[in-house]
Nanobody, 123 residues
Framework: QVQLVESGGGLVQAGGSLRLSCTHS????????MGWFRQAPGKEREFVAG????????YYADSVKDRFTISRLNAKNMVSLQMNSLKPDDTAVYYC????????????????WGKGTLVTVSS
């Protein structure tokens, strides 16, 4: 059983930055592709970014491309999401996800989810 714990959410003004982190335990970290999803109030959960098992491949939603960067540190069982130039539309609960998919494109229903961390961007 994989456990995922997110941290780093909070309140930030538009144009600001936040860095989310997620720690992974329960099985070999390098056997999982990792990703971030988000769910805004009244909306469905959507994919944000993904990174392959090795970290060599990444994939982003168009809405965050060139603003967000996903990275992983296999030695520390950790994946991060650096979010820059934040907009009010980025306000959501952000979820870390793990899946054994090959590549960086996680499926809509990954094997495991974290409990989420709230990001609020004020205008």
């Amino acid at each position: 059983q994989v456990q995922l714990v997110e941290s780093g959410g909070g309140l930030v003004q538009a144009g600001g930055s936040l860095r989310l982190s997620c720690t992974h335990s329960g099985r070999t970290f390098s056997s999982d592709a990792m990703g971030w999803f988000r769910q805004a109030p009244g909306k469905e959960r959507e994919f944000v970014a993904g990174i392959s098992r090795s970290g060599l491949s990444t994939y982003y939603a168009d809405s965050v491309k060139d603003r967000f960067t996903i990275s992983r540190l296999n030695a520390k069982n950790m994946v991060s999401l650096q979010m820059n130039s934040l907009k009010p539309d980025d306000t959501a609960v952000y979820y870390c996800a793990a899946d054994r998919v090959l590549g960086a494109r996680l499926p809509p229903s990954p094997d495991y989810w974290g409990k989420g961390t709230l990001v609020t961007v004020s205008s």
